[in-house]
């Protein structure tokens, strides 16, 4: 996978993962490029359309269109399927996630991301794993931040 | 007061975390620009303080208008300080700040690699994957560089967690940073597996991303992935795998073959569609591999095809456009199979989504034959009528001619019939396509002798309607086919039947609004159409006729005279001059025709599209060369290239204005481009070529959609259709004659589609109905044969074209090189050679070329040996030759963050082999495992001579040498890395004379043993530091029990000491930074700061290290004595013999001397033994006598003269340094003492 995107109805960019390295002029072209492309389809269409040398794969989730671009001989449906557990999780997550819980969270959205995805590739097929995962790196970091007092007690450094 | 402002924006801070800050995003969504640029004021003045928490949280808020389009790269440095933050908390906000800001340009990069580092070898596991997944988005070649020996290790972390994390990121490692992926290899294909599935799945991710680019370096992986295939239940991993396949078999066919059984069986019994359709992608890759000279395997196409119908069938539009994709692949090999879905695919032609009506077309497009392409031309036709978008219908009118044209119009039977669909396609309005009309008209009209006739009389139906097709805007992209239209008819004139009234129709006053280049072709073709009228009506009496011709040039073409176009200008006033001094000589009542006519002579003909670039370029002639001297930078540089063919036309050689503005300059190279795409003297004619013909001026055209439910109809003009029935109908005569039977005429007429390919008439029974010329085009004479698609150079993946196989199988293996270590990082970095450095040295190269010489002699001679051998045997030279590989990849070094080092399933070391062989075999299971289970591998699943098998065929003649000896010669190799890169000219020696093999040899030595531990080392000299030697020691655990904490420390001594990490005690020890478990082994290197090299020196030390068993730990130490000669100060050097010559004639040099008697073994064992333990190399060797070199750390030169005869050796030895010339010797003397 060389991104994913998540964008609102609106065509408002709510998240951004490049698995390339590209400058931010190209990133932010490429974005435009798409979000005009894929809200310009028809609801009723397929999920799936050329795009440069790329292929991209997008569904709609209510409010938020999740986009994201693979090679050539990349499957479709497997990609389908690694969207659909994303928003999975961040339901689960979040409990019943709605656009504003990932625009408030938008890092947590990330963490979540990054646990399951690493390098465009899917690293962790378990839903529960990743979960957990990120469940414990947030006890740690409560945990961290109760040790300190919270960010009023913050010492200076 | 200053605490004040602190404290002030301090609670500003409290006011604005980042929820508040997209909060009043929100709420400010009329000045949104306004209220950001508040805020990152207000992020700047977080950023200045030194509490890491608001720098932290101004650094999330970043990381979100960084998202909304903001430019934060100015916030680079205060990303790097948030990472480095020892929370948990602030770290992850860094790094996810860093993995969306960075970019390969971002200078601070430099500034993390020690903080990832450290971040990477964190106790905290959740501390290290963040490092990893930052380090993924982020990384650089210089970061993987420094950073792949850290992650390797990682690979074989305790957790789970971290081992996924760090395999899948090894990708992007190999991606920036290739060198690393030899070395990581074998590591990462133990992975494979891994006990934990996730880890095995990154594994196989990894090697499948790898293996699709560069497929052949992973073909005896094959049996492997087999088996993981048929064991795997896991749908993501199965599809990787299917899909790793699919880029193998092109490369193994047999493979092939394998595959279809397992795939059909996951084709039948799967349920998700993903999976289903990876499988259904792979087989038919597999089939198009196959179909050449294999047994059809059309019951596995039929199957693929029923299901790909079922797919399509789906009312789930993406199954439907995947189906669809996915029979395009089919049709290309198999189009029979795919042609009779064909009423399902005209179905899908009318589908809602475009985007499936579009794949559709891409698959009319193979299934046209001669016998029905009348009939999809006529069905996209009406489609085309129907279509409501303009791209839509752009893309049907593109694959209508397509689908005509393609393979040199192969399945046109009719070209009467085609030519009217062109002229058919000229009633679209607001078409960008005008151009490839044009083109295909002139392409015919060219090309089809037999065609001329109809097609000038089509055109000047045409240009007679021409109103018709410009409409109310001469912007139409349609008009474009007039230039086609006008051009035809002027060149072939002859055939016209009343050039009269097309030469009428040419010089209307309404043609001044045409196009600049329309005009021009008009202007020109009606010079033509003049000639052609003159000779028409030369020889009668009454010259009427030609002088009215005359006068209606002269009277029209003013208006073009007067034309804004330059170029109609010029022709136009030429031509014009031109009639007016005809009309002159008419009037003497001179005969003309055959002088204008003259003007025009000569046949045209279609030069190929790549005749040029397959022009030879001649010997001694250099394109890039250049002929002038360069031009100064400031000429505009976007003229020049251009100008060299424009200017080869007559009619822009000269420019009447010197002084243009730029617009007008704009407007002239806009024209000259049309010009050059449209001239009909640069048609190409193939179908391919027609893109040419994209010119960029119409593609802004605003296109005006236009309701076409009315089909515009131009009076006169044919309809394609009716060619459609007189076609059928002569085909049927022609077939009555041929068969006579009457009623299987009739039905024909009617089912000819559905029996399309089963029908009774064969391809080549449609005979075309006219005799069709089709004119081929010209390539130049001596035209070289092939076109070589070159692959991108700039892809990446090319890098990663690495031989792994050598690597793996290791018997006719090309060794890692000392060069493809892994940087490792030693706790003093400065004693690191980076690969570029080693590059540098000469020596490394040329050494691993010989070696590979010598191991292609070795092959051979193998292979001449009996050819026996048990598989008992062979099994064991696999786990030998297993456990071998490891060490040049596993050094792990850091001693500095040792402190939590983590636990490693290290592999084992050379060292045991050589130490203790016995051991080797038993110490490391999951190598053993995957090589005990690749021999059987090819019995149980590959019946036939499948090539990995056959591959092993080869490995098993070679290894049908005595067991010994192999394992005597590989050791040779093997130490010969460790000998940094030593005695390359023994290897030759080795070569040059098929002698009995070399006898083991190692550097390694026994440094201190007891019951728990075992320690060998190796001493070596750096090549970039004089006062510095690399002590390598491997530590072998013997005992069952877990050791670690190892602390290693040595009592320096004046002259050598160890070197401590800044900030530790001249006594401290230093922390092995890894811990063993039971049977494991592993190195550590330590770096030693010496003065004088003249003299051996012995240090004492001390191992601590405490053993953990199950029930108690205790503390242990072991006593041992390092032992520094002189030849570990020796580096082997290459020198040339003159070089040498000069040295030893300098007189620098004292000589000493020394005899060895009674040396029992070949000449070039024994210099290869000087080679290898002292580091020497050979300058030149002639029968028994050689001359050899090395040099110090401290650069002394140290030659050697070598002479033999009768078992007694006699060494004459030459250095600038008597004393440590002296102890060489007498360290010589003791290693042939020992044999």
Not at chain 1, 35 to 58: G, H, N
Not at chain 2, 232 to 246: A, D, M, Q
Not at chain 2, 992 to 999: A, G, K, Q, W
């Amino acid at each position: 996978m060389q991104f994913m995107l998540l964008f609102s109805r609106q065509g408002k960019l709510r998240l951004q993962k490049w698995y390339v390295p590209l400058s931010d002029k190209e990133k932010k072209k490429i974005t435009r490029e798409l979000v005009q492309t894929v809200l310009a389809r028809k609801p009723k269409m397929c999920s799936f359309l050329e795009w440069r040398d790329l292929k991209i794969v997008y569904k709609r989730y209510a409010s938020l269109y999740f986009c994201c671009a693979i090679e050539d001989q990349d499957n479709e449906l497997i990609t389908l399927e690694i969207i659909h557990r994303y928003v999975e999780l961040l339901d689960k997550y979040f409990g019943s996630v709605c656009e504003l819980d990932i625009i408030f969270n938008f890092e947590k959205a990330y963490f979540i991301l990054d646990e399951f995805l690493l390098g465009g590739e899917a690293q962790e097929t378990s839903k529960k794993n990743v979960l957990k995962a990120i469940e414990q790196a947030d006890l740690l970091q409560e945990s961290q931040t109760e040790d300190w007092g919270g960010l009023a007690n913050e010492e200076i450094l | 007061m200053a605490l004040k402002i602190v404290k002030g924006s301090i609670d500003r801070m409290f006011d604005k975390n980042l929820q508040d800050l997209v909060r009043g995003i929100r709420n400010h969504k009329e000045d949104e620009a306004k209220y950001i640029s508040t805020c990152i004021d207000e992020i700047k003045q977080e950023l200045k303080q030194d509490n890491i928490a608001v720098k932290a949280n101004a650094v999330c808020k970043l990381t979100y208008l960084q998202m909304l389009g903001y430019d934060v790269s100015w916030a680079a440095f205060n990303i790097v300080e948030v990472m480095s933050s020892s929370k948990f908390t602030y770290k992850r906000i860094g790094y996810l700040a860093a993995s969306q800001c960075f970019h390969e340009g971002t200078d601070v990069i430099m500034l993390t690699t020690n903080q990832i580092r450290k971040d990477l070898s964190s106790p905290n596991q959740y501390d290290t994957g963040v490092a990893l997944t930052g380090l993924s988005c982020f990384v650089t070649p210089d970061l993987a560089r420094d950073l792949a020996n850290d992650i390797m290790t990682l690979m074989s972390h305790t957790k789970p967690y971290i081992r996924k994390k760090a395999v899948l990121i090894m990708y992007k490692v190999f991606l920036k940073y290739p060198e690393s992926l030899r070395p990581a290899f074998p590591r990462l294909k133990e992975k494979l597996e891994d006990p934990d599935p996730g880890v095995q799945s990154a594994a196989v991710n990894v090697i499948c991303e790898l293996a699709r680019r560069n497929p052949k370096n992973y073909l005896s992986l094959a049996p492997l992935f087999f088996k993981l295939m048929t064991s795997s239940t896991n749908n993501w991993v199965l599809i990787k795998i299917i899909k790793l396949f699919g880029a193998l078999t092109p490369l193994e066919p047999r493979l092939g073959k394998k595959l279809i059984e397992p795939l059909t069986n996951l084709i039948h019994s799967t349920s998700a569609m993903s999976l289903l359709y990876e499988c259904v992608n792979t087989v038919i890759a597999v089939l198009i591999s196959l179909s050449s000279g294999m047994p059809n395997h059309s019951a596995s196409i039929q199957l693929c095809v029923q299901k790909l119908r079922i797919l399509i069938e789906d009312s789930d539009q993406n199954l439907k456009y995947l189906g669809l994709l996915a029979m395009s692949k089919i049709l290309k090999t198999h189009p029979k199979s795919v042609q009779s879905h064909k009423d399902l695919i005209l179905q899908c032609l009318d589908d809602k989504d475009e985007s499936i009506r579009l794949r559709a077309l891409d698959l009319l497009y193979g299934m046209v034959s001669k016998k029905n392409l009348m009939e999809i031309v006529k069905k996209l036709m009406l489609h085309v009528d129907k279509a409501e978008g303009t791209t839509y219908r752009d893309e049907l009118l593109t694959k209508i001619i397509d689908i005509c044209s393609q393979s040199n119009y192969q399945y046109i039977t009719n070209f009467e019939w085609y030519i009217s669909i062109l002229v058919e396609l000229t009633r679209l309005e607001g078409t960008r396509h005008g151009h490839l009309i044009a083109s295909q008209m002139l392409d015919v009209a060219i090309r089809v002798k037999a065609i001329r006739g109809f097609a000038v009389a089509q055109m000047a139906t045409l240009l007679d309607n021409a109103h018709l097709l410009t409409g109310n805007t001469q912007r139409n992209g349609i008009c474009e086919v007039l230039y086609a239209a006008a051009w035809i008819c002027g060149e072939f004139s002859e055939h016209l039947e009343d050039p009269m009234q097309t030469l009428e129709a040419m010089l209307r006053p309404k043609v001044a609004t045409l196009p600049g280049h329309i005009q021009a072709v008009y202007v020109q073709n009606a010079a033509k159409l003049f000639a052609t009228v003159l000779q028409k009506h030369e020889g009668e009496t009454d010259s009427q006729a030609a002088q009215e011709t005359s006068q209606l040039l002269i009277e029209r073409l003013p208006l073009f005279v007067q034309s804004a176009n330059l170029e109609v200008q010029e022709r136009a006033s030429c031509i014009l001059q031109l009639v007016k001094y005809i009309q002159k000589l008419q009037q003497k009542n001179v005969e003309v025709a055959e002088e204008v006519t003259a003007l025009f002579a000569g046949e045209l003909n279609p030069v190929a599209p790549k005749a040029q670039k397959k022009v030879p370029i001649p010997e001694g002639l250099d394109l890039d060369a250049w002929i002038n001297e360069p031009p100064s930078e400031s000429e505009s540089e976007d003229e020049k290239p251009k100008a060299v063919f424009a200017k080869e036309e007559p009619k822009h050689s000269r420019s009447r204005h010197t002084e243009v503005d730029e617009k007008e300059l704009a407007r002239r190279r806009e024209v000259r481009k049309q010009e050059q795409a449209n001239n009909p003297f640069y048609i190409k004619a193939s179908p391919s070529s027609q893109k040419v013909y994209d010119a960029p001026g119409v593609e802004h055209i605003p296109v005006v959609q236009i309701d076409l439910s009315v089909p515009l109809k131009v009076p006169g003009m044919p309809m394609s259709d009716q060619y459609v029935k007189l076609e059928e109908e002569r085909r049927q005569k022609e077939k009555a004659e041929k068969k006579k039977k009457e009623k299987k005429k009739k039905r024909e007429k009617r089912g000819k589609g559905r029996k399309a390919d089963s029908g009774p008439e064969s391809e080549e029974d449609i005979t075309p109905a006219h005799h069709v010329d089709i004119v081929t085009e010209e390539m130049p004479e001596n035209a070289l044969p092939s076109d070589d698609d070159d692959k991108d150079p700039n892809d990446p993946h090319k890098a990663l074209d690495i031989d792994l196989d050598n690597l793996l199988s290791g018997t006719s293996s090309r060794p890692l090189a000392d060069s493809e270590k892994l940087p490792v990082r030693t706790h003093r970095p400065e004693v690191l050679k980076s690969p570029a450095e080693d590059r540098d040295n000469e020596s490394i190269p040329q050494e691993s070329k010989k070696k590979s010489s010598k191991e292609k002699k070795e092959k051979k001679k193998d292979k001449e040996k009996d050819r026996k051998r048990s598989k008992e045997e062979k099994k064991k030279k696999k786990k030998h030759k297993e456990v071998e590989e490891e060490p040049m990849e596993s050094q792990p070094e850091e001693a500095i963050q040792s402190e939590d080092s983590k636990e490693m399933a290290a592999p084992p070391t050379s060292a045991e082999e050589v130490t203790a062989p016995s051991s080797a075999a038993a110490v490391d299971t999951s190598p053993v495992a995957a090589a005990e289970s690749e021999p059987d591998e090819p019995k149980d699943t590959e019946p036939e001579d499948t090539k990995s098998s056959k591959h092993k065929k080869k490995k098993q003649k070679k290894e049908k040498e005595e067991k010994e000896k192999k394992k005597k010669k590989r050791h040779h190799h093997h130490h010969h890395h460790h000998s940094d890169g030593g005695g390359e000219d023994s290897v030759q020696n080795g070569t040059v004379e098929d002698e009995e093999p070399l006898p083991p040899m190692s550097n390694y030595s026994l440094l201190a043993e007891n019951s728990y531990i075992k320690m060998v080392y190796d001493i070596q000299g750096n090549h970039q530091d004089e006062s510095k030697v690399v002590v390598s020691v491997i530590f072998e655990n013997k005992s069952d029990s877990f050791l670690k904490s190892m602390e290693f420390n040595v009592l320096d001594s004046l002259n050598s000491k160890l070197q401590r990490p800044e900030g530790a005690g001249p006594h401290d020890g230093l922390t092995v930074p890894f811990q063993l478990p039971p049977g494991v082994s592993n190195e550590a290197r330590f770096v030693f700061s010496v003065q004088s090299i003249v003299m051996p020196q012995k240090l004492k030390g001390t191992l601590t290290f405490i053993v953990k068993s199950e029930e108690s730990s205790t503390h242990e130490k072991l006593d041992f004595k390092l032992h520094f000669t002189c030849t570990s100060y020796l580096i082997t050097t290459p020198c040339y013999s003159d070089a040498y010559a000069k040295l030893l004639e300098s007189g620098d040099l004292k000589g000493s001397s020394l005899r060895l008697e009674g040396v029992n073994m070949p000449f070039h064992h024994l210099l290869a033994r000087i080679c290898f333990h002292h580091h020497f190399s050979v300058v030149e060797r002639i029968d028994s006598c050689a001359s050899m070199y090395s040099r110090s750390i401290q650069g002394h030169h140290v030659c050697l003269l070598v002479k033999t005869s009768d078992q007694t050796v006699s060494i004459d030895a030459k250095c600038d340094e008597p004393s440590l010339l002296g102890n060489v010797l007498d360290e010589i003397k003791q290693t042939f003492s020992k044999c």
